[in-house]
């Protein structure tokens, strides 16, 4: 059974740091593509970034500069470091793995 779970969400001041982590189980890691995405209260789920099977990385325009996704295929982890945090930020963060499977989310929130 295949099972993603997100962690590292919380509440943080604009300008401030986060770093996401995604574990994975139940499937063999390397040479898929691991992806992140948000979704905010009102809105469809947006990608934010995605690390390829063959290294290749993917971001939003909206993230750029700001956020870096990475794997870890000894470990089975994904992970997306955000940097320079907006309040436009805040959402459910959603790990995606191989095209396919979902974990539950982690809130971020971005606020002074």
């Known amino acids: 059974q295949v099972q993603l779970v997100e962690s590292g969400g919380g509440l943080v001041q604009p300008g401030g740091s986060l770093r996401l982590s995604c574990a994975v189980s139940g499937i063999d890691f390397a040479n898929y593509s691991l992806g992140w995405y948000r979704q905010a209260p009102g809105k469809e789920r947006d990608m934010v970034a995605r690390?390829?099977?063959?290294?290749?990385?993917i971001y939003a325009d909206f993230v750029k500069g700001r956020f870096t996704i990475s794997k870890d295929s000894v470990k089975k982890m994904g992970y997306l470091q955000m940097n320079n945090l907006h309040p436009e930020d805040t959402a459910v963060y959603y790990c995606?793995?191989?095209?396919?499977?979902w974990g539950q989310g982690t809130q971020v929130t971005v606020s002074s």
């Open positions: 690390a390829l099977g063959n290294g290749n990385t």
């Open positions: 995606k793995f191989a095209g396919t499977y």
